[in-house]
């Protein structure tokens, strides 16, 4: 081979790639791609987050343009609840956000949240009103939209598909949610009818509940509730008005269209009030008067809200959190006829941390927070003094342990936004 043939027959050699070569190139291609990946995902991420932030602040502007125009000054009339409230398009949240020209919350669903509807289309396609259940007032049920249920004028019995089609151009008019909205928002405080007088002695207490029905409280929060409060008292921008819903519980029942099929989880309709943890269930009770016996309110509120620092506390039990409440250790309540020391807070778990381990909330002022869930169950505890271990297979706790992930000097969670006991 001539030194001419010699130097070609190199450089077509070297003109290709070995098998050890593309392998690098392979592998090296591969990590580039694994951390790529990621990043992208992340930013994506945080566009979804940014617009969930967005959709909230416009909430805000919404219900605080319907409270000026509300004669009783409310942020909203109450739940976007069919049962308990009534037609979803007349009474509720969502109905005074579409009254206020705020956008349809069906345009500002939060994209991070797995959850693409509420609870309330399975109660618009399946629920006969004539039910025990209901408690809204029927002029409230047959309102709306929802007297076209019931053309034939049975009683609200034709449930199912009927309404599917109906329903399908309601729910793209913008009667959809991904959010869920504060006890606070949609029922304010508890009201007179609920009170009672504590026997041998002059305080105030609670004779009814649970209060998750308009007829025991104000039925919405109202500009009153936050243009009264003193140093003592919570501050606007630590009031929850709405969050990201959790949509854990309970799926679609009957497909509507095709991003909404049978099956789709359905977030929950509000955040479900006042309750204390009972260890010997374990499970998270909704405060309420006894049979013949008054809850003392002193004995679920504290004196004043707690300061910079400071956070909800059980005292005694191997923490290092400050208890901010009037008496020592934990406040004492009797609940059901049993004396049991404990700590009354807002049951928080319709609230879901849905972008990477936050949850975004709207407060009364009108901002957005960003809550963290530090250990990873999938809640916000606001301070149930939840042991490890605690927590069963059935889930009615959810919460591990006792981490305060939703202090109460950011994100208030006590039942009575006034320290005097005279709401």
Aim: hydrophobic share 35%.
């Amino acid at each position: 081979m001539n030194s001419r043939q010699q130097l070609h027959a190199q450089s077509h050699a070297r003109a290709g790639f070995t098998i050890i070569e593309l392998l690098v190139t392979i592998v090296i291609i591969a990590v580039l791609v694994a951390l790529l990946v990621p990043a992208v995902s992340s930013v994506r991420e945080s566009a979804r987050k940014t617009q969930c932030q967005n959709n909230l602040k416009q909430m805000g502007i919404g219900f605080h343009a319907f409270s000026d125009s509300d004669p009783k000054q409310r942020f909203a009339t109450g739940a976007a609840d069919f049962l308990r409230d009534g037609c979803p398009d007349s009474i509720g949240w969502i109905a005074n956000l579409d009254q206020s020209g705020a956008l349809a919350p069906e345009g500002m669903l939060c994209p991070s949240n797995i959850g693409r509807g509420s609870q309330l289309l399975n109660q618009l396609l399946s629920t006969d009103t004539n039910n025990g259940s209901v408690t809204a007032e029927q002029k409230d049920i047959t309102d709306g939209f929802c007297d076209a249920f019931d053309p034939g004028g049975s009683n609200y019995l034709a449930t199912g598909s009927a309404r599917v089609g109906y329903l399908n151009g309601k729910v793209l008019d913008g009667f959809n949610t991904n959010y869920t909205p504060s006890w606070f928002l949609v029922r304010g405080q508890i009201s007179q009818p609920a009170y009672g007088s504590v026997s041998g002695s002059g305080n105030k207490g609670i004779k009814d509940g649970p209060f998750l029905d308009r007829a025991l409280t104000q039925g919405g929060l109202r500009q009153a509730n936050l243009a009264i409060l003193t140093g003592s008292d919570p501050p606007s921008n630590h009031i929850p008005l709405m969050g990201d819903g959790n949509s854990g519980n309970e799926t679609l029942s009957i497909a509507i269209n095709e991003t909404l099929p049978a099956g789709t989880p359905l977030v929950e309709l509000f955040t479900r009030g006042p309750a204390v943890y009972d260890s010997t269930g374990p499970s998270i009770k909704l405060i309420q008067g006894a049979s013949g016996t008054v809850l003392d309110l002193a004995a679920i509120q504290p004196t004043s809200y707690p300061q910079p620092g400071e956070v909800v506390g059980h005292g005694g039990v191997g923490n290092n959190e400050t208890t901010y409440q009037s008496n020592t250790g934990d406040w004492s309540a009797t609940l059901g006829g049993a004396g049991l020391a404990k700590l009354c807070l807002q049951d928080t778990r319709a609230w879901s941390p849905v972008h990477r381990g936050s949850c975004n909330l709207l407060m009364a002022d009108g901002s957005v927070k960003s809550v963290d869930d530090l250990n990873g169950d999938g809640f916000l505890n606001p301070g149930f003094p939840v042991e490890p271990g605690d927590n069963p297979a059935s889930g009615s706790v959810g919460y591990l342990d006792g981490t305060v992930e939703m202090s109460s000097f950011e994100v208030f969670s006590g039942t009575y936004l006034h320290f005097k006991h005279d709401d």
